[in-house]
């Protein structure tokens, strides 16, 4: 399994290659065992299922997809020729073995393949077209008015970003998936902290959703979801109103703790972005805002309200929050310089402190290819080797309100189609309940075209090709964590499953996703007419993009021509570059939010005015004295401080440790910071690096044992 790499909670770690099937008895070509059977009827509902997807997206493209439905009816006529029953794909196992009948095992095999082949120069052709419409879309928009062009290159560019940059919603059946109101209640007003299910039912546009009456004091709120103090998310209201009179609120209500459903009794707080006002009358609208969540707030609801006796129903298709992308979904070397055209991201572009050494380069995960991720229906897992597994509601998880709960299980996804070469990200969050849970496996399977995962009992693994994910035999602690590997399908695997064989564990968010790359983006379409001011921040990109000779200044002086000054040289720029300091002796540190000042790397310059820019950068390395057997993750902050006041940090970068060692030991790690400081007054000042790790754990045994720093004036 080429370059894959499992994270937990900041730990790396390169996955095993598994690439020898595992042999099966030998078995007559010419039979069908029931087992036979079982797995024929897995595959090929799983196949027509695929095929309904691929043809609907295909018809939408004017593409034939008539090659492919005809390998996938061939599986049918070659089973019909060979004497198996009409209605073989619902029915058929009976405990029987069929046959004989000649070949019957290499004429499926045959078959299966040519449906493999089928597939994939179908779904290639779909790939293309999509990426032909869209750069037919480019052209068009080009013709236009410069004005009217660059708008709307803006605004589909954006539309793109927000679509590709962030995660899927973390509101469970925020888009009514489950087919219900599941979740959904009344969170002031009439029926206050009432189920909103029963509200649930087909809209004007003939999607499913929630109709908030007029006439009275109605407010529905979307099931409840677990937010980070701090983040920024973007929050999407697909909401339209009726005929009438409106009294309209788009609200986020939030709560400090778990208080259950969110209402105007218990919140710790609201905001609307409006209030008292009107919603669109067009049937999908769809109103987007960013909102950052509060300190202290970990849970939070939206809300759709109409109110004071206003007439009009508001009628609710979906409510989405997705949080902003961040550095552990960013796909390293993603974005590369050929993808950035020269002199198209100038100083306004980027935001003050954004581009530091440990970043420039992204993409993004795509959404979940399995059934299921959110762990709400127990019909879209499987079970074998015993145990048993349900789904349960769960009040203080991570992702939604429910989670699959097994006892001494092996819980496994159904199939999922995969393409050998491309890359895929696995996730799951986990806990154990009572005590940590020893001899856990968290594994993606990989199979060759003729393999399926059988509805009971292992797979077939004479066609499995690889499946480990280096996280066999682990131990999972009470507390909630997540876990996230990288993947590459290796050759000949064209079906995968997920699977988890756990003890007494709750998971939830367990998905696979292919993982976009830098072929999407058309060399030289990043311009900087298509990028806002301020928008692109640090954990947006990744080390190694942005190189010299693609950043320009506003007068064209390209960066590449500027070589360090020493102090005292020629600063016809405005460039000054001190000498680089460093330090080697160790500083003692602990996890109580105290800032520690790395003695060494200071510097004192004299400002000539409030113009002047000091950008920092440097690097650290600190030690770990882990204790055996104790698993501990550790986070330090660097920060740059003017004149002594560390009330005021600037900058940003951070070193993750993460260590479970059977015997203790040393654990070493590298971080980088960036810090950019304007706004000073004219004379001298001085500049120090500062430590913090914040907590309360009472930790040992860390220590800064080296670092080097430098610092740039412009003026």
């Not at 007439?311 to 902003?324: G, K």
């Not at 092996?410 to 491309?422: E, Q």
């Not at 510097?603 to 005015?609: H, K, R, V, W």
Request: with cysteine.
């Amino acid at each position: 399994m080429p370059n894959s790499a499992w994270t937990e909670t900041g730990t790396a770690i390169n996955l095993v290659p598994v690439t020898t099937p595992i042999a099966a008895p030998v078995e007559s070509v010419d039979y069908l065992s029931n087992a036979d059977k079982i797995r024929l009827m897995a595959e090929y509902s799983a196949e027509l299922a695929m095929k309904t997807q691929l043809d609907t997206t295909a018809s939408s493209l004017s593409l034939s997809s008539t090659g492919y439905d005809n390998s996938v009816a061939n599986i049918n006529t070659v089973l019909i020729n060979a004497g198996a029953p009409s209605n073989w794909a619902t029915i058929w196992p009976d405990g029987t073995t069929f046959g004989p009948s000649t070949g019957i095992q290499t004429q499926l095999a045959t078959a299966w393949a040519s449906v493999a082949s089928n597939r994939t120069a179908l779904q290639t052709a779909i790939s293309d077209a999509q990426a032909a419409a869209a750069q037919a879309a480019a052209v068009a928009a080009a013709a236009s008015d410069a004005t009217t062009k660059a708008n709307n290159a803006y605004a589909n560019a954006l539309a793109k970003a927000v679509t590709m940059a962030v995660s899927e919603s973390i509101i469970s059946n925020g888009g009514f998936t489950t087919g219900d109101g599941t979740g959904w209640y009344w969170g002031e007003g009439t029926n206050v902290g009432g189920s909103a299910a029963s509200a649930y039912g087909t809209l004007p546009n003939s999607q499913g959703g929630i109709t908030v009456p007029g006439g009275g004091f109605w407010a529905v709120c979307s099931p409840v979801f677990r937010v980070t103090p701090g983040r920024k998310y973007k929050l999407i209201y697909t909401v339209w109103a009726g005929s009438g009179s409106q009294s309209a609120y788009l609200r986020v209500s939030w709560a400090n703790s778990n208080v259950g459903v969110i209402t105007n009794a218990n919140r710790s707080g609201t905001f609307d972005f409006i209030g008292a006002s009107a919603v669109s009358t067009t049937a999908g609208n769809q109103s987007t805002y960013d909102w950052t969540c509060p300190a202290g707030v970990f849970y939070a609801t939206l809300s759709v309200i109409e109110w004071s006796g206003a007439t009009a129903p508001l009628y609710v298709q979906s409510l989405a929050v997705v949080p902003y992308l961040e550095a552990a979904y960013v796909d390293a070397g993603a974005i590369t310089a050929a993808a950035i055209a020269a002199d198209a991201i100038s100083s306004a572009s980027i935001q003050a402190g954004a581009i530091t050494t440990n970043k420039l380069a992204v993409t993004s995960s795509g959404l979940a290819l399995n059934n299921d991720p959110f762990c709400t229906d127990a019909t879209a897992w499987t079970i074998g080797d015993g145990g048993s597994f349900s789904v349960v509601p769960v009040t203080d998880g991570l992702v939604g309100l429910s989670a699959i709960q097994m006892s001494s299980a092996n819980v496994r996804s159904l199939p999922v189609p995969i393409t050998p070469g491309k890359t895929y990200r696995v996730k799951v969050t986990a806990r154990a309940l009572g005590s940590a849970a020893s001899s856990n496996y968290i594994r993606f399977y990989q199979f060759s075209a003729a393999a399926v995962w059988s509805p009971t009992g292992w797979p077939s693994f004479d066609n499995l090709l690889a499946f480990s994910l280096g996280e066999d035999n682990i131990s999972i602690g009470t507390s909630w964590t997540t876990y996230t590997a990288t993947v590459t399908a290796v050759s000949g695997a064209v079906v995968g499953a997920l699977s988890f064989h756990g003890g007494t564990v709750q998971i939830q968010d367990f998905e696979i996703a292919e993982q976009a790359d830098a072929s999407l983006i058309v060399d030289g379409t990043i311009t900087s007419a298509k990028i806002q001011a301020g928008a692109i921040t640090g954990n947006m990109i990744t080390t190694g993009v942005l190189t010299a000779d693609v950043i320009f200044f506003s007068d064209g002086f390209c960066l590449n021509t500027l070589e360090p000054k020493e102090a005292g040289a020629d600063v016809t720029r405005g460039h000054y570059l001190t000498s680089v300091a460093t330090i080697s002796s160790g500083f003692s540190l602990a996890d109580d939010d105290s800032m520690v000042s790395l003695t060494g790397l200071s510097f004192t310059s004299a400002a000539s005015g409030s113009n002047d820019v000091y950008n920092f950068q440097g690097s650290v390395s600190i030690n770990f004295e882990a204790d055996p057997g104790v698993e501990t993750v550790v986070e330090v902050f660097f920060y740059v401080c003017v004149d002594g006041n560390t009330s005021v940090k600037h900058g940003a970068g951070d070193i993750s440790i993460g260590t479970s060692l059977p015997d203790g030991g040393t654990v070493e790690s590298t971080g980088t910071f960036f810090a950019s400081i304007t706004g000073l007054s004219a004379g001298s000042h001085t500049f120090q690096v500062y430590a913090q790790v914040p907590g309360s754990a009472g930790l040992s045994g860390l220590s800064v044992i080296r670092g080097t720093a430098m610092v740039q004036r412009i003026f």
